[in-house]
């Protein structure tokens, strides 16, 4: 008779993973809060050079999920920090859908001034927006967008990284110069 043997453990279970992580996300935290206070010049490229990796990873880790393809729900059930990197990642997650979701702070706005904005399409961090209503061929409509609509893209969106405007008519609304994109930080994983 042969004797089965106990079913192993997997070699890093998923809580002692994420557990892993608070300690590093906490000294991440401090580092990031140790930059803003140096100047601007070395700010700046602290951030692009964090903005550099954070494209090289999420290109990465994208395209891992598209090998993965018809595994990927079992390998991320699989290790709660796996499952918490494609999430922040924007992993599985309809890009036009999310950056809709990600207005929906703006739109009671927008409607208060007879005005509406549409997610047109998303491509590698561009989201195609179109302004309708009132906020068409608006004067002030540089301003929303600047201080409204891409700003509920940038503080919701992972992985924003410019916004391209349409108006009614199809026209290009070019509005004022973005901001310079951070590196996406996500919640802490629980």
Avoid at 22 to 29: I, V
Avoid at 41 to 59: I, K, M, P, T
Avoid at 89 to 107: F, M, P
Wanted: charged letters at 25%; one cysteine or more; glycine letters at 8%.
């Amino acid at each position: 008779m042969t004797e089965q043997l106990p079913d192993r453990p997997p070699a890093n279970p998923p809580d002692a993973s994420l557990a892993a992580l608070g300690p590093l996300l906490d000294r991440l935290e401090e580092l990031l809060d140790d930059v803003e206070g140096l100047d601007e010049g070395v700010q700046n490229r602290v951030f692009e050079l964090l903005d550099g990796v954070d494209a090289v990873h999420r290109l990465a880790v994208t395209r891992l999920a598209d090998a993965l393809a018809d595994d990927l729900g079992s390998v991320r059930r699989s290790d709660s920090a796996i499952d918490w990197l494609f999430e922040a990642y924007g992993v599985g997650v309809d890009d036009v859908d999310a950056a809709s979701a990600a207005l929906e702070q703006i739109r009671p706005y927008l409607h208060e001034h007879g005005g509406e904005v549409d997610v047109l399409a998303v491509q590698h961090g561009v989201v195609q927006v179109r302004l309708a209503g009132a906020c068409s061929g608006c004067t002030s409509a540089a301003q929303t967008l600047r201080h409204g609509v891409e700003e509920a893209l940038r503080e919701n969106l992972p992985g924003f990284l410019a916004m391209k405007v349409l108006s009614d008519d199809g026209a290009a609304v070019h509005p004022p110069p973005s901001l310079p994109v951070l590196l996406q930080i996500t919640p802490r994983p629980t």
